[in-house]
């Protein structure tokens, strides 16, 4: 069965960087790509960006572009995001979810259990 | 890109049906059938129940129905269960990204 399983809970300072892992297991981890959403504490879904499953290209909303970047590790069938210059209103659950692309990529389907980041001083 | 529109909350008695609607543009919604619907409880990651406008996956109870008439899309729950109380979202494909909506919180009364 489709598995996503995500990095525990981080408690990062304003202005530090936080690095989120998202283990595929499950299926044909090259035929499908991720969408990042966040979700702040009461608050609803936000779509950060996606990786295609082709070639790993990648695209960011708007407002995280300059702060956000999305890889993959084909070997490890593991998908990362990482968001740096961290300010206390990124304070939210991180959810990695899987999403089938053709020649854009379609809402996702199977998500991640979530990872928590608390950004406080 | 704006958040698809949909209402706060809506409620009703076990048995009812609901609908929760979710409002987006020809750029969005109305342009493709790639909608979305996921059912949230709280504390858990969104579920999928409804995508590409009227599928349900596997697993996926059929009292769960979707639809789209222009700009709107709509989910519809019958015969109403007190574990359908969550929080439900609409999502689209726009444009070379992914929209969702604000989120309606359903009470079973």
């Known amino acids: 069965q489709v598995q996503l399983v995500q990095s525990g809970t981080e408690v990062k300072r304003p202005g530090a960087s936080v690095k989120v892992s998202c283990k595929a297991s499950g299926y044909s981890f090259t035929a499908y790509g991720f969408s990042w959403v966040r979700q702040a504490p009461g608050r609803g879904l936000d779509w950060m960006g996606w990786i295609s499953p082709h070639n790993g290209n990648t695209n960011y909303a708007q407002n995280f572009q300059g702060r956000v970047t999305m890889t993959r590790d084909i070997f490890t069938s593991t998908a990362y995001l990482e968001l740096r210059s961290l300010r206390s209103d990124d304070t939210a659950v991180y959810y990695c979810?899987?999403?089938?692309?053709?020649?854009?990529?379609?809402?996702?389907?199977?998500w991640g259990q979530g990872t928590l980041v608390t950004v406080s001083s | 890109q704006s958040a698809l529109t949909q209402p706060a909350s809506v409620s009703g008695s076990p048995g009812q049906s609901i609908t929760i609607s979710c409002t987006g543009t020809s750029s969005d919604v109305g342009g493709y059938n790639y909608v979305s619907w996921y059912q949230q409880h709280p504390g858990k990651a969104p579920n999928l129940m409804i995508f590409?406008?009227?599928n349900r996956p596997s697993g996926v109870s059929d009292r769960f129905s979707g639809s789209k008439s222009g700009n709107t899309a709509s989910l519809t729950i019958s015969g109403l269960q007190a574990e359908d109380e969550a929080d439900y979202y609409c999502?689209?494909?726009?444009?070379?990204?992914?929209?969702f909506g604000g989120g309606t919180k359903l009470t079973v009364l």
């Open positions: 979810a899987r999403i089938i692309c053709g020649a854009d990529c379609h809402p996702p389907d199977y």
């Open positions: 590409e406008v009227s």
């Open positions: 999502s689209s494909f726009a444009r070379s990204s992914t929209i």
